[in-house]
């Protein structure tokens, strides 16, 4: 197996959890507890540069992770699964499902990139890549994603985890793979379930965006607003996320 992966649960659900640019699965540990192991089969996968796969270098590009993921669901002998996806996971979630026509049940994306991706300008960009060397740099894009509204410290704790959680070729690669990903034409095909879940606070990838790209190019979506949430509900408000998330999933567990 060529990336790392964790499981938790035994249950029949089968659900991949992918996390976005700036953290590695341990995004999810405030909410993976609250899954009924008995119900629920989670696989909690870290990408080339991430978490436990840091030592796995790569072409740091979508495609290359949904290819990953999708030999993380073999291994599993998952026939059907469901994806819970963070950020660039939501480019990634459309990928496995072009991929592997029927065998997605749905796709819960949080906070999503969408199959478009996130077209930024040349300052805007340069302010991304000096961000994987300057934690000021880097503090800000946390503020700029949770609204300018939490403490000095949570935004530097982001800072320390997303450090510790990733190496500067993947962040740099995954930039670059985010930022100019545009296959909505592709996308716009899949009947799958989608669940855009989107943060008022979100300064980036919020509701607004999302009306703009989700809900316009896929048939089968619906959204949910949180409204104490920026763009990592997972540690914003854990609780309605997880809420959200498991009424989805059970809803379309087949």
């Known amino acids: 197996m060529p990336i790392a992966y964790n499981t938790y649960g035994q249950g029949p659900i089968h659900v991949m959890m992918l996390h976005g640019w700036l953290?590695?699965?341990?995004?999810?540990?405030?909410?993976?507890?609250?899954?009924?192991?008995?119900?629920?089969?989670l696989a909690l996968v870290d990408y080339r540069g991430y978490g436990s796969s840091t030592a796995l270098s790569g072409e740091y590009t979508i495609p290359e992770i949904a290819s990953d993921a999708l030999e993380i669901a073999d291994n599993l002998h998952w026939d059907h699964f469901h994806i819970v996806g963070h950020s660039m996971a939501g480019t990634v979630a459309q990928r496995v499902c072009l991929a592997v026509r029927g065998r997605v049940r749905s796709v819960a994306a949080i906070t999503p990139v969408s199959a478009a991706g996130f077209a930024v300008d040349e300052p805007t960009l340069s302010f991304f890549q000096s961000?994987?060397?300057?934690?000021a740099a880097l503090a800000e894009v946390f503020n700029t994603l949770t609204g300018h509204r939490h403490a000095r410290s949570f935004l530097n704790y982001l800072v320390r985890k997303a450090r510790a959680g990733t190496t500067k070729a993947a962040f740099l690669g995954y930039l670059d793979a985010w930022t100019t990903a545009d296959f909505s034409a592709e996308a716009a095909k899949l009947d799958v379930p989608?669940?855009?879940?989107?943060?008022?606070?979100?300064?980036?990838?919020?509701?607004?965006?999302?009306?703009?790209t989700y809900l316009k190019h896929l048939?089968?979506?619906r959204m949910q607003v949180l409204e104490g949430a920026g763009h990592y509900p997972m540690l914003e408000t854990p609780p309605e996320?997880?809420?959200?998330?498991?009424?989805?999933?059970?809803e379309n567990a087949g």
Not at 23 to 41: M, Q, V
């Open 131 to 135: 961000a994987a060397d300057d934690d």
């Open 241 to 250: 996320l997880f809420t959200v998330v498991e009424a989805f999933l059970t």
């Open 219 to 221: 048939s089968n979506v």
């Open 23 to 41: 953290s590695d699965c341990s995004i999810f540990d405030a909410i993976k507890p609250l899954f009924d192991p008995e119900t629920f089969t």
């Open 194 to 212: 989608f669940l855009v879940i989107a943060g008022t606070h979100d300064e980036a990838l919020g509701p607004q965006h999302q009306r703009e």
